[in-house]
């Protein structure tokens, strides 16, 4: 059939149409695409992200950016005070200086046989006055010197803490990430059980038709296969909780899908507990943050003795111009009633023992000494701490080597009890039996090689050193 004009036209404009609406929905998919990113993260890669991204490590870097602008300016206590200010006053009575004076020169003037000078109208002018200020003060006091040190002790336990914060970041995200791949390794151990469950309904299938094997052998396999398919699923969607729960904590956006890349495989050091106490417990961070902190408490009593045993000195000069008579030259009528002054001025009630000087100096005492009390605690508990991991590696190693030979007896246990149950001569539940002491000899073989790497971050996090290049 010939199609007319405007049967053209219908068509076009139905193509058009077409067009524009598959374009529409590509973009639509594009942006759905767009949304749900992936990226793949090697456990690096997941640190560098996290020290990027973290909000308590941001958090940290103010306080530490604070702290460094204190020690940076520490110097500005030393800088003179200087004020400016002016006031205009209106006084209630009406006083003018002038006419008294000229009153009490009155009897010299008729001594001399001069006439008395006529007094001076007094006008609005004669209530106001004008007063200027120029003030300058330095305060100086040996108290100032420990007190610049002290804000240079704080700016550098500021830098421990930084420390501290950022190992302790490293450590935490290190650790989250190895155990996501010990679930996902447990995960694959219980996917690839799965699908031996299902070759073994299938074989169990083929069998009953072959009339090797009873209606019930098939019943059980069946049973056995989807018994395990809801638990599959199950971990399935705990895994991707904890991965979507791992990127919130990297900082990546929402919905990104996460793809671990790496494997739980320590290389093992040799560890000497004496050396390494000789050599690295004093560098636990704990230990230095109360180092640092015990040296900020001895300043402060030392800044507290030097405001007690020594005076201050403050210098001041002033300028101050008043103009009385607001209605001729200022430069003509006005007077300086500024003044330079040297004052030493010394507190002698801090020197009694009872003052709250004097108290808050005892009190700083006995915190040094719990400080220090603390701090021996925390070195004998930090060598006790080395010692009780390197045995735990040590017993975590001897575990690795053990459990790599008894995968291979429980797989070849495996491998014989399958041959002998696809002859007939064992029954279903003897090769789940020995399904699940290979799987079992796998994930004990990968949770020890977990537990060996996490032992030795956190040893390597007490002796504040890397143990493994």
Known sequence: MKMTGRGKVVVFFIIIATTMTSFLFSQSDQGRTAEQAEISLTVEQAVAYANQNSKTLKSSAIDLEMKKRADSYKWNQFLPSVNISGTISRSNEKMDTS??????????????????????????????????????????????IDGMKLVKKQYEAGLITWDQTVRQNELQIRKLFYGLLLQQESLSLQKQTLENARLRMEQARVNYRNGLIPELTLLQAQVAYENARPTIMKQEQ???????????????????????????????????????????????????????????????????????????????????????????????????????????AWNLTNLLPFSANRQSAKDTKDNIRKLELSLETLIEKTELDIR????????????????????????????????????????LLDVRDAESQLNQAKLGLVNEKFNYLSGLLDLEYTLNTKLVD
């Not at 975590?396 to 491998?415: P, T, V």
């Open 99 to 144: 006419a008294a004076m000229m009153e009490s020169l009155g009897p010299l003037f008729g001594a001399m046989g001069l006439p008395a000078p006529a007094a001076k109208e007094i006008t609005e002018a004669d209530h106001w006055m004008l007063v200027g200020n120029v003030g300058i003060s330095w305060s100086f006091s040996f108290a100032l």
């Open 238 to 344: 705990a895994m991707s909780q904890q991965l979507d729960l791992f990127g919130f904590m990297l900082g990546l956006p929402a919905g990104t899908k996460i793809t671990l890349e790496g494997a739980i495989d320590p290389s093992f050091v040799d560890l000497n507990p004496d050396r390494l106490i000789s050599l690295y417990a004093q560098n636990h961070p704990d230990i230095l943050s109360l180092q640092k902190n015990l040296e900020i408490l001895n300043l402060n009593l030392k800044l507290q003795n030097m405001q007690a045993y020594t005076p201050a000195l403050q210098l001041s000069w002033g300028f101050q111009p008043v103009v009385s008579d607001i209605t001729s030259k200022w430069i003509d009528t006005y007077m300086d009633n500024g003044a330079f002054s040297a004052t030493l």
């Open 388 to 427: 009780t991991k390197v045995d735990a590696l040590a017993q975590s190693q001897a575990a690795i080597e053990a459990s790599a030979g008894n995968i291979q007896l429980a797989q070849r246990s495996y491998d014989m009890t399958l041959v002998a149950y696809r002859n007939g001569t064992v029954e």
